[in-house]
Structure formats: C-alpha cells, structure tokens
C-alpha cells in the first residue's frame, strides 16, 4: 500500500510553489485575451475555387495587413472564418482584396463587429458562470455527504474539493499565461468552456475518493486512525483514477496534435486541467480531509 497521505507535505509544498508562482505570472503578464473579450471583427467568405487554399496560404497573403488577434478556421463547405481585432471598414476592405488576390471569385458571407459592450459582458458571464459552477459543486457535495459520520463535516468535504478545483483552475490559467507570454496564445470563450470542463472532471474524480472514504467510514474499527482510513480508501481507488485519467489523456493528446488549429488550444486547456485535476484528487483533496480531522483533534498538521 503507497503512503500517499503520510506523505501530504510535500504535495502541499510542490502545489503552493506551483499556485503562488501561476498567481504571480497572472498579475504581470495575465492572460492573453482574444476578440471575444477585447472586441473586433469576424468575417466568414466562401472561396470559388474547388480547392479551398490552405490556412498557411491565407496567412501569408493577409499577415503583412498588420491586424492583431487572426484566427483562421476552415468551416467546411469551402468555407473561411476569419477573427481579428480591428473593427473599421477599411481593414475589411484590405483583408477582401487580400483574398481576392488567391481568388477572384471568393464571396463574403457576412461580417460581424463585437463592440466593447458585448465582449464585457462575455467576460462577466465567464467569471459569473465559472464562480456559480463552483458554488453548486460545494453544495452539492456538502449535500450529497450530509450523513458522513466522523469529525469532518459534509461541508469541510465540499471545501476541499473547492480548493482542489481552485488549485487546477489556477494553474491552468498560469500555464496559458506563459503560452500568451511567449507563444501569442489567446484566450476566448472556447477557453472559458475547457475551464467549466475542467471543474467537473476533477470534482468527479474527487467524490469518487470521498465516497469511498465515506464507505469505510461506515465499516472501520474503531481503531483504526482516521488518516490511515483515507490513505487506504485512495489506494483502492488509484487504479480507476489512474485509468480514467489515462484514456481521457490519450485522447487529449489525439486532438491537440492532429486536431488542427481551431481546437488545439481547447485541447491543450484540457489536457493541463485534467492532469492536475487527477494529482489534486489523489494528493489535495483527500489530504486536505485529513489535515483538517488533526486540526479538530488537535492532533498535529
């Protein structure tokens, strides 16, 4: 049997280390938004030719305009849809006749500005959306271990899945934060929809522990510590967890590398929440239970 729980501090250590240093990079780089939450412009054309030219190809023609914030994504159909920051008429213009150059016949089927007003009220539906989501987690979960018995109470069971949800949140955001850094990736809503999958992957993963430890609640002796119980309850179930884990992961990996652009952020978002989401189900949350229980007994840490 591993000795996960026994060996908790150093979890709390590489987690804190991780957190604190995601919180910092957020504060001076923060994230890299796109026109979903800064505004622009959003064209869709249809090219004429039998074969649509190729996202490369279109970059080269239209990257010289200078317009921040292109996304290119094939929307079948021969079809293009084209994001950028700009939102006047004459950088539509260029970004047309810029096309026209790789196709005379090329169509444009509609263009659409996203003004200040509606990006922010993106942004305040994303953060609304994304705290409501962990408000109903805590409840739920406080609700759904009402009848544990022990120290811990069903609501000190929902905090601790919070704050691993919390802990995976954050250092998702200061991954993206390095990538927009360095690399110009954005965040759009997209993104936002990866982060509210990521909370109920890893929540998932948590109950799973928890009621499993509620379980041998039920069955222990009365002998038997508090931490050993949990540290046996998360061995019998780091198998699944490992496994789910594992197949979820393959696929991500899938989707990132040959899932083309369009997606491949979404995925990578995914990828990073799911992974942590796994180690703070199997190293936070559980543990947090039991620092928790010491505290009430005045046992220790």
């Excluded at 239209?62 to 920051?85: A, C, E, K, M, W």
Aim: proline content about 2%.
């Amino acid at each position: 049997m591993l000795n996960i729980i026994q060996k908790r501090i150093y979890a709390y250590i590489f987690s804190g280390i991780l957190t604190a240093a995601s919180i910092a990079l957020l504060f001076f780089w923060g994230l890299n938004l796109g026109i979903d939450f800064k505004g622009g412009t959003l064209m869709e054309v249809r090219f004429a030719l039998s074969e649509t030219p190729s996202v490369p190809m279109i970059q080269e023609k239209i990257g010289g305009l200078g317009l921040q914030s292109l996304t290119i994504q094939p929307t079948g159909d021969q079809s293009v849809l084209l994001r950028y920051l700009a939102s006047d008429d004459n950088a539509n213009q260029a970004v047309l006749g810029a096309l026209h150059s790789l196709d005379p016949g090329i169509t444009q089927l509609r263009t659409d500005f996203i003004g200040g007003s509606v990006s922010n009220q993106i942004t305040r539906n994303a953060i609304t959306g994304t705290l409501l989501s962990i408000l109903g987690i805590a409840l739920y979960i406080a609700w759904a271990f009402r009848g544990v018995s022990g120290a811990v109470t069903s609501w000190e069971y929902g905090i601790g899945a919070v704050i691993a949800l919390a802990h995976d949140i954050i250092i998702t955001l200061g991954v993206f934060s390095i990538l927009g850094h360095f690399y110009g990736v954005e965040v759009g809503v997209p993104f936002i929809a990866a982060i509210l999958t990521i909370l109920g992957y890893s929540v998932n993963d948590s109950i799973v522990v928890y009621d499993r430890v509620r379980e041998n609640l039920q069955r222990r002796s009365s002998k038997e510590p508090f931490e050993l119980l949990v540290n046996r309850s998360l061995n019998e179930t780091l198998g699944r967890s490992i496994n789910t884990s594992l197949t979820v992961i393959i696929t991500l990996i899938a989707i990132v590398l040959f899932g083309g652009e369009s997606i491949r952020w979404f995925g990578v978002a995914l990828l990073v929440g799911v992974g942590f989401g796994t180690y703070s189900s199997i190293y936070i949350a559980s543990a947090l239970l039991v620092t928790r229980y010491n505290i009430k007994k005045g046992i220790g840490r």
